[in-house]
């Protein structure tokens, strides 16, 4: 699985950006798609996602500024409107999936994107 995104840039507060991230390849059961952002400890910390549900799911920073959209299992996209200093970063784009593995068992594996740098400037 392969995943490109793109929409990343510099704003200033207050300023809007959209980013999007779009699969391609084989995959056996998506469940969910997302964004995260790289966190001064490098781990991925959640801003936002979206299941092949349709359910929505934000960190308390992003609820009423952002909004996750797509089907969860091809594109994923998300508009960041009041954007603030601390938004700044690096986004990722990323891919839930469920498979089967050898013992019969459910398990799930992520898949990340290139990562798109988002600058919000005071």
């Known amino acids: 699985v392969q995943l490109q995104a793109s929409g990343g840039g510099s704003v200033q507060v207050g300023g809007s950006l959209r980013l999007s991230c779009v699969a391609s390849g084989s995959r056996v059961m998506a469940t969910s798609m997302g964004w995260y952002r790289q966190g001064p400890d490098e781990q991925h910390d959640l801003v936002a996602s979206?299941?092949?549900?349709?359910?929505e799911n934000y960190v308390a920073s992003s609820k009423g500024r952002f909004t996750i959209s797509g089907d969860g299992a091809n594109k994923v996209f998300l508009q960041m409107n009041s954007l603030k200093p601390e938004d700044t970063g690096v986004y990722y784009c990323?891919?839930?999936?469920?498979?089967?593995?050898?013992?019969?068992?459910?398990?799930?594996?992520?898949?990340w994107g290139q990562g798109t740098l988002v600058t919000v400037s005071s």
């Open positions: 979206i299941t092949t549900y349709g359910k």
């Open positions: 990323n891919l839930e999936e469920k498979y089967m593995d050898y013992d019969g068992d459910w398990e799930y594996r992520d898949y």
